[in-house]
């Protein structure tokens, strides 16, 4: 079965760093785009990154450009998502997702895990 297991997630203070792995089995990790998306506590879920299976092109939303970047190792199995310049807005679960063929749409999900920015 396919499965994403996230980690790396926890407690840092604003302007600190993380960097969340997500570890995947059950598919030929190569073969798809994948990203990270996020929920802040009440909100909805938002697209945060995405890289391409191919081309290894990647994609940001607009309040994380320049402070986070997504990569992968493809040889791992594994994406990463590097965090810096945290701020609180930025405390949310996240999760890492395989790539639907709908812009948007997820077909897998991993559990999650959380990142709290705070003082």
């Known amino acids: 079965q396919v499965q994403l297991v996230e980690s790396g997630g926890g407690l840092v203070q604003p302007g600190g760093s993380l960097r969340l792995s997500c570890a995947a089995s059950g598919f030929t990790f190569s073969d798809y785009a994948m990203s990270w998306v996020r929920q802040a506590p009440g909100k909805g879920l938002e697209w945060v990154a995405a890289?391409?299976?191919?081309?290894?092109?990647?994609s940001y939303v607009d309040s994380v450009k320049g402070r986070f970047t997504i990569s992968r190792d493809n040889a791992k199995n594994t994406l990463y998502l590097q965090m810096n310049s945290l701020n609180p807005e930025d405390t949310a679960v996240y999760y890492c997702?395989?790539?639907?063929?709908?812009?948007?749409?997820?077909?897998?999900w991993g559990q999650g895990t959380q990142v709290t920015v705070s003082s």
């Open positions: 890289i391409d299976s191919g081309t290894y092109t990647t």
């Open positions: 997702a395989k790539d639907g063929v709908v812009a948007g749409m997820y077909d897998y």
